[in-house]
Each structure stands twice: as structure tokens, then as C-alpha cells.
């Protein structure tokens, strides 16, 4: 395991330091889809580290690569898509090229993943208890009786009521809601170190998001895990997210601490997507929401330099030979960005 204070590096050798030891270091990361125009990069060259017990948050449009970052954590790359480059360490052991049966040990058992879409993640032909039970006996060592017993216990931990008749109840029985309770009690059933949160209120009403949001975060804090929580809303990031890293066309183009990052942006994407969102402080008066122009490119046509100066209203001729590497703006802070870090005197 990395030496905890000495956790990892930037894409351009920034050193990050941490008081707590390193869970999962992704390193240069590249995932490649062949298409008709050539290849597609979901993820280009992307670079984090998550320590124990902390939440970082990953934002950034439909698109971005996200969701595809998380898959590749845990060798979920679809077909025909693959990992050309980068390294991905848990617990300081190499992921990338694993085989498919260490992965399997991993996840659910090590690394849990709560999917954005419930309904398709729960297999619709086994009861929510069964799916449960399956988990458990398949990553510990307790028999079925202890696992139906234990799985009961879950789906009352995140809130599902009459907890015993539901794990009787297939996924299709279930609210929107419910499900994603469900889908989070299978993720937490092993009790892993890491929850992958893939745009988990997806879907759901306000009120009902916020409450998936608070059990993700007393269930972190109570079983002590980290998390990475994937969303494209910055305020919903913003409440539960130690630091947040900030994506845009496969690249993370600004990561910093959420208080910092809300106080202090420097990539003009970030500020773009901040523009955009309604104040998160009670009583506070802003302007009027001003959404980013254009939309996001498409991964096989993406423009030289920065993918995002097409729609950034700073952008410069010199934009087209940047190179998407992340350079310190700030203790702790680092964008893509090297016209923002001039104009700040860095």
C-alpha cells in the first residue's frame, strides 16, 4: 500500500499528500471504443487517488466518462470497448489484466457499486432477499440461514419498512426508491471499503433523492468506507464529496477540495458548471442561471488541445496546443487549465 503520505501524483507528477492511507490509485487511465470514425477515448489519461474513509466526487455532463470510470475499476468495460492504458492499484495490487475470478472477489466483496438504474441492475427474475443471500454466501463464509437472517437486517438498515415481506418481493414489486435502497443494501452487504455511487438518484424525485443521499452518507460514516459518488450535478456532490474532481470528454479537468473548489474555480468548464446551479446556501441571492453554450463534442471527433474550447467563451488559439495535464492552481488544487493559472499569477 502507498505510504500515506506520500499517496499519489497529478497526471503531470503533482505530488497530493494525505494523512490517510491510499485505498485506490488510478493512474493514466485510457478506455478505447473502436468506431466507424476511428477510436473513441470514454477516458483519456485520467488520474485520482481515493483514501480511506473519504468521499470523492466525480461531476461533469452526460457523456464524460464517468460512469465508464467506474466500470473499468471494477473490469466492467463493455464490449468492444477495453483498457489500452493506465494503471488502476487497490490496496497497492494491480487491477488492470486481473483475471475474472479476482474480480469477482472484489467486487461486491471489497469494492460495492450502487448502478444509476436499479431496474436493470436487479436481476428481475430472483426475489430482492435472494439476490442478497446470493451476495453474501458468495463473499463470506456464512451459510444461507445466517445470510436470509443477515439480509433482512440490510434491507431494515437502508430503510426499506416491513423488511422481512420485502425481501420476498421481486425488484418490479418495488418503488423507484425502494429499489435504489435495495440496490444499495447489495452493494453494502459484504461490508466493502469502497461504494462505487454511479449516479444513484437518478430518476428519482427531489425528496427521495436527498434521503438516497443522506443513507449513502451515514452508511459511510457508520461502516467507515470511502466512496467515489459519480453525478452530473455539482450541488448534489457538494454536501457529501471531501474533494471533487471534474470532468469533461474523458479528461478530469480540475479536482480540488469542495470547499475550495466552490470558492476558488479555475478551469473554465468548472465555472461553467457553476453558472449553472442554483445556490446551494440558504438565503443567498444570485444571479440568473446561465447554462454553458453548445454541447458536449463526440469522443471520436473531439477538437486538438482542450476538448473544451469549442464552447469556452475564454478560449485562445493556444487552446488548440494544450495539453490536458493537471498542474497545481493551489495547495491541494490542480486544473487543466494553464490560461487560468497565468491570469491568477501561479
Known amino acids: ?17 494525505s494523512v490517510r492511507a491510499a485505498l485506490l490509485e488510478v493512474e493514466g487511465l485510457r478506455v478505447a471504443f473502436p468506431t466507424a470514425a476511428g477510436v473513441a477515448f470514454a477516458v483519456a489519461g485520467v488520474t485520482f487517488v481515493v483514501h480511506a474513509g473519504e468521499c470523492l466526487g466525480i ?21 468492444p470497448g477495453a483498457i489500452v492504458a493506465g494503471s488502476i492499484r487497490w490496496r497497492g495490487q494491480e487491477l488492470v489484466g486481473a483475471g475474472e475470478r479476482r474480480l469477482r472477489r472484489i467486487r461486491g466483496g471489497e469494492i460495492g457499486m450502487v448502478f444509476q438504474d436499479p431496474a436493470s441492475a436487479l436481476n428481475p427474475v430472483y426475489t430482492i432477499g435472494a439476490q442478497l443471500v446470493e451476495t453474501i454466501v458468495s463473499h463470506t463464509e456464512h451459510g444461507r440461514a445466517r445470510a436470509r437472517a443477515q439480509a433482512v437486517e440490510l434491507l431494515g438498515r437502508v430503510g426499506i419498512p416491513s423488511p422481512r415481506t420485502r425481501s ?44 438516497i443521499l443522506h443513507l449513502l452518507e451515514d452508511l459511510r460514516q457508520e461502516q467507515e468506507m470511502a466512496m467515489i459518488l459519480v453525478s452530473h450535478d455539482l450541488g448534489v456532490v457538494s454536501h457529501a464529496a471531501d474533494r471533487v474532481a471534474v470532468m469533461y470528454a474523458g479528461h478530469i ?43 458536449p463534442p463526440e469522443l471520436d471527433e473531439l477538437p486538438a488541445g482542450c476538448p473544451f474550447q469549442p ?12 495539453d490536458m ?22
Open 253 to 295: 479537468v480540475e479536482e480540488a477540495p469542495t470547499r475550495d473548489l466552490f470558492d476558488h474555480t479555475h478551469h473554465p468548464y468548472t465555472t461553467g458548471l457553476m453558472g449553472a446551479l442554483p445556490s446551494i446556501r440558504p438565503g443567498t441571492v444570485r444571479d440568473p442561471l446561465v447554462p454553458i453554450d453548445g454541447q
Open 168 to 211: 420476498h418481493a421481486y425488484p418490479h414489486q418495488l418503488s423507484g426508491g425502494m429499489r435504489q435502497r435495495a440496490m444499495i443494501a447489495l452493494a453494502i452487504a459484504c461490508g466493502p471499503a469502497l461504494i462505487l455511487a454511479d449516479e444513484p438518484t437518478t430518476n428519482l424525485d427531489v425528496t427521495i433523492q436527498d434521503q
Open 59 to 79: 461531476v461533469g455532463e452526460s457523456g464524460s466518462g464517468k460512469s465508464m470510470t467506474c466500470r473499468s475499476i471494477l473490469g466492467l468495460v463493455p464490449s
Open 325 to 346: 495535464v493537471l498542474e497545481p492552481a493551489g495547495k491541494d488544487h490542480l486544473t487543466a487549465c494553464p490560461f487560468v493559472r497565468a491570469a491568477d499569477g501561479r
Open 1 to 17: 500500500m502507498t505510504d500515506s503520505t506520500t499517496v499519489g501524483v497529478g497526471a503531470s507528477g503533482a505530488r497530493r499528500e
Open 311 to 322: 464552447r469556452c467563451a475564454h478560449r485562445r488559439d493556444a487552446c488548440a496546443t494544450v
